[in-house]
């Protein structure tokens, strides 16, 4: 019985492992790319670059994107879950991701279509390519 709960205990320590893993990772690449736009910024010469307005270059808009795929997959996998697109939608506005269109659930998936680092389970929403599904789910890859 001891032995159980230690096991339990060592699967719970090793997921939060992973899950701090892949955090640290998702701000990395947000560091990045905050980086890549202050230069961008300073490449155009402009006092301050707005990424919310249609004036933006196509750079800082695949910047924005990737940053934003980036939050998506982290969303997911701390969620341990497929996220559907209403999911997404929800957590990345509230998180100050700004999706323009007047169907930004739909802007969202084109988006995660685009980037091809998510496949679509079902019903049940975006899972990331490159990590295994949970059993639970049903082990697509």
Do not use: C
């Not at 808009?61 to 559907?84: F, H, K, Q, W």
């Not at 490159?130 to 082990?139: A, E």
């Amino acid at each position: 019985m001891a032995d159980e709960s230690l096991r339990e205990l060592l699967a719970k320590l090793l997921k939060r492992r992973d899950e701090l893993r892949l955090e640290s990772e998702a701000l990395d690449k947000l560091i990045d790319t905050y980086r890549r736009l202050s230069l961008l910024e300073k490449e155009q010469d402009l006092p301050q670059l707005d990424l919310w307005k249609g004036s933006r270059s196509r750079r800082a808009r695949s910047a924005y994107v990737a940053e934003m795929m980036a939050a998506t997959r982290r969303l997911i996998l701390a969620e341990g879950r497929p996220l559907t697109r209403s999911e997404l939608l929800q957590r990345l506005e509230s998180e100050g991701y700004v999706i323009d269109g007047s169907d930004k659930s739909k802007v969202l998936g084109t988006n995660i279509w685009r980037s091809e680092q998510f496949q679509h389970i079902g019903k049940r929403g975006y899972w990331p390519r490159d990590t295994p599904m949970p059993r639970k789910f049903g082990n697509t890859n």
